[in-house]
């Protein structure tokens, strides 16, 4: 088995083999969240596009709004690790067509089953990737996870269970 060398790898390897096609704001929204875009267009796209907050993006990165101003100015700055992890999970439910750029951040704000009810920011905040992943996987796929894994480490053995299609 091969070990992904990043979570976009990650997200690559566990996505569905099948891609829709995506409308232009889609695309563009990727293009900004590719890996080799600069950190100051990723927060652009993560503002702007996701509407994600201001305050949500510092208690995830754990840092203050002086920063993230820096950040968004500087454009080369390192991008932190709990960043990187929204930016995967951001495009693995867009890249699958499950949810559209503007409904992404609603999907982090709401309250998720396979996350024990618990939000998926606040669960990237506790540096739970793949715990949020699989719940994005189980959006994307109509999947509902049965029981969450007990820890990121055993996100492995998750038991899915597959959803019918509405007639």
């Known amino acids: 088995m091969t070990v992904p060398q990043t979570k976009a790898d990650e997200v690559e390897r566990r996505s569905e083999p099948h891609q829709p096609s995506l ?73 699958s067509g499950a949810l559209g750029p503007r409904s992404v951040a609603g999907w982090l704000r709401s309250r998720n089953r396979g996350l024990s009810w618990q939000r998926p920011l606040d669960i990237l905040r506790e540096k739970e990737f793949s715990l949020v992943l699989s719940a994005a996987e189980a959006a994307c796929g109509g999947r509902i996870p049965i029981e969450p894994p007990e820890s990121a480490a055993e996100d492995e053995g998750t038991s899915f269970t597959t959803v019918p299609e509405p007639d």
């Open 23 to 95: 409308d232009s704001d889609a695309q563009a929204v990727l293009a900004k969240l590719d890996e080799a875009s600069p950190l100051s267009e990723q927060l652009q796209a993560f503002s702007k596009d996701l509407r994600l907050r201001d305050r949500e993006l510092m208690a995830l990165a754990g840092v203050s709004r002086a920063t993230l101003a820096r950040w968004r100015k500087e454009g080369d700055a390192e991008r932190p690790p709990q960043l990187d992890d929204l930016r995967a999970i951001a495009i693995q439910l867009i890249r």
